[in-house]
């Protein structure tokens, strides 16, 4: 076998190396990733929250996996999460990353999210970056929703009737899709089944789909400046390289990330109401999670200005509408420089922060 | 890599921090590479409690080393029964002279379930063909290793009483 020039005469490990790289272009794949630069300047730090949604996202797969080897979905599923939780050695540990880990993956999305937005990484050619990430945002509310009735107590059996309540109101299709996803006139054990396959098999696949496209198209384009940024002439920006410079902070943000986690994990050890019973009356101060708050109260709010199945109506259609115009902001701040457009799209996300804060915090208020 | 050896004789001392910076390289990499394994031991610990447990209950329970069958003494001359026995399935057989025998009904070759066999007068495994023998245990034909592990067997008013011999 020829020698190597630079590393003398070849190891095992050079040749196995070698081995390998004939077979799968592992140099070149390797002096691709070696020439990817992350633009360096004061708002950099911002870059780490998609990786810190991403190690979430990881550690809600592992942990699903492990609470799939003792989760029963149907009639056992409450008897079989109180096991996890209070049997089961690291029972509550497991769970409780997985509780935590869903919580602090949406912080970190809606973190991610609008710092992308404020630096209008949504401009081109990145649109296709955007619109995934709201896809992913969708998916990961799917998430929570589907997940929230697994354990099937009290809670999860109310909070589960009134979304697809909220659903049922949707004219023509509506009181259907409620219907499909209920599996029968209430939420039973049925609606489990139907909710676990969505949550286990169905979101993961299509996350896992977008989520491949999503980076794909970062390993494309790359980071996105922020205009002030891209304002300066090119030799006055600066860069550090991904491999290992950024990489190395990346992983160290996950860490930290990781540390926090565990940390909230240990310290509020999610439990477990009493069984759903569907006789039973809504729990006084009944309400639902931090990220589902604003959309409740925008309901609530509406119900009081027009009660009935109108007021529901409308509410839902402004906010598919809002959610809408959030999607849809590329293409109006789509001239790459400042003006109209572009101090269009700041009101826009002045106005969602305010929208969501104030909502949010006047829920919690209101309880 | 640098040479070490070289640069130890060297007199450049610019050459000398090298040396002293490849050490402390060397000894970051160690120490990070040690705490990586500590992160990742801690972190699997609870995983692998998570996995463990049940099995380990299950090896506690499959502790016991006596046990009641209430009623077994109504088995019929000539038949068999099968029951639970220490987490695993155990045979318990009135022969037609009358006596008893009881023995693991693990299979000694690859852990099926046997069988007792009252017209060919046997125990057989249906799995590799493996046959003992009905009132010893003993291993006859085919695969199995070694014997059946026999139980003692004392036969109660209103039921049967099993005991690891």
Known sequence: MAKSKSLGPDT????????????LALSTMAGFLSKKTVPQHKHSHWYYWGGITLTFLIVQFITGILLLIYYKPGPDAFESVRFITYELEFGWFIRGLHHWSANLMLLALFIHMFSVFFMRAYRRPREFGWWTGVLLLLITLGFAFSGYLLPFDELSYFATKIGLDVAESLPLIGPALAAIARGGTDVTYLTIQRFFTLHIIVLPLIILGILTIHLVL???????????????????????????????????????????????????????????????????????????????????????????????????????CALLLWAIVP???????????????????????????????WAYLAI | MPDKTKKTVSTDPGNREDKVNVTRRKFIRAGMGAAGVAYAAALGYPVYRYLADPAEKAAAQAAETEKELVGADTLPQGSAM?????????????????????????????????????????????CHGGTYDMYTGKNISGPPPKPLTPFKVEVLDGKVKIARA
């Open chain 1, 331 to 361: 293409l109006i701040d789509n001239t790459g420089k400042a003006g109209k457009r572009a101090k269009a799209a700041t009101y826009i996300g002045l106005l969602s922060i305010v929208i969501l804060v104030v909502l949010t915090a």
């Open chain 1, 12 to 23: 095992m490990g050079t040749r196995f190396y070698k081995w390998l790289d004939e077979r």
């Open chain 1, 218 to 320: 970062i390993l494309k384009h790359g980071n996105a400046s922020p205009p002030s940024e891209e304002a300066k002439p090119k030799n006055k920006r600066k860069e550090i390289k991904f491999f290992w410079d950024f990489f190395v902070k990346d992983i160290t943000m996950w860490l930290l990330a990781l540390n926090f986690l565990i940390l909230v994990t240990i310290l509020f050890p999610p439990q477990l109401g009493s069984p759903a019973d569907p006789l039973a009356p809504a729990p006084e101060g009944i309400h639902p999670e931090w990220y589902f708050m604003s959309q409740y109260q925008f309901l609530k709010i509406f119900g009081n200005i027009l009660p009935g199945a109108i007021g529901e109506f409308i509410s839902i259609g402004l906010m598919a």
């Open chain 2, 82 to 126: 099968i029951f639970r026995f220490g987490g695993q399935p155990a045979l318990l057989i009135h022969h037609e002279d009358g006596s008893w025998v009881s023995f693991s009904a693990v299979c000694t070759h690859l852990a099926c379930t046997v069988e007792f066999q009252k017209k060919e007068k046997r125990i057989h495994c249906a």
